[in-house]
């Protein structure tokens, strides 16, 4: 992203590698960058906007327990804003990406302190966070404890206490029973927040 006088610019470099990266338009992603810096003038999506934004996605839903999980999904420099090149970016792997991209993003939501592993702790968190944006057949804690410890299991492939993001992939791919369930509830989320 090019800047002048202190406002972001798309230069002809970005719009060409971001049409062919997630293959929009390039005027769509025109319309796209037009509407992002209207409604964040500094070229950064922060997380006060973001959450108007899922909020106003998903209005039948409580997402502030799951917003800050999606949330490290577009924040892929971790500097704590979203910038348009990492909404397009995510934008695409979620509607365009491999298995894998798409895996890889999801493990993401998971490590909540971004040290590049799941630990059952967060784990946990997460799921307790999903059933309550879901609300669809709200198991009790015992239940969702069980989810967790399960599917933590399933994935922690060496038993080191940790899940790394291969091995989240993997159990995910194979279609481990767990990994799979918890997978596919994330996709639902987000992909009812693109639509």
Avoid: W
Avoid at 18 to 38: A, K, P, Q, T
Avoid at 46 to 74: C, N, T, W
Avoid at 176 to 186: G, R
């Amino acid at each position: 992203m090019g800047s002048q006088n202190g406002k972001q610019m798309l230069t002809d470099e970005d719009l060409a590698a971001l049409s062919h990266s997630s293959g929009v338009e390039e005027n769509r992603i025109i319309e796209m960058f037009n509407s992002f810096m209207l409604d964040n003038p500094t070229g950064k999506m922060g997380p006060q906007k973001f959450r108007e934004l899922i909020s106003h996605a998903l209005p039948k839903k409580d997402v502030y327990k799951m917003e800050k999980h999606v949330f490290r999904i577009y924040d892929s420099n971790k500097d704590g804003f979203i910038e348009f090149k990492e909404f397009m970016l995510v934008f695409h792997i979620m509607s365009e990406g491999s298995n894998e991209e798409v895996l890889r993003r999801i493990f993401r939501m998971f490590d909540v302190n971004s040290d590049g592993t799941i630990s059952k702790r967060e784990m946990t968190k997460l799921i307790e966070d999903m059933y309550d944006v879901l609300k669809k057949g709200d198991p009790n804690n015992d239940v969702k404890e069980m989810i967790a410890e399960s599917a933590f299991t399933e994935m922690d492939k060496d038993n080191n206490g940790k899940i790394t993001e291969a091995e989240f992939v993997q159990s995910c791919m194979e279609q481990k029973d767990f990994s799979k369930m918890l997978s596919l509830k994330i996709i639902n989320i987000l992909v009812e927040e693109e639509q």
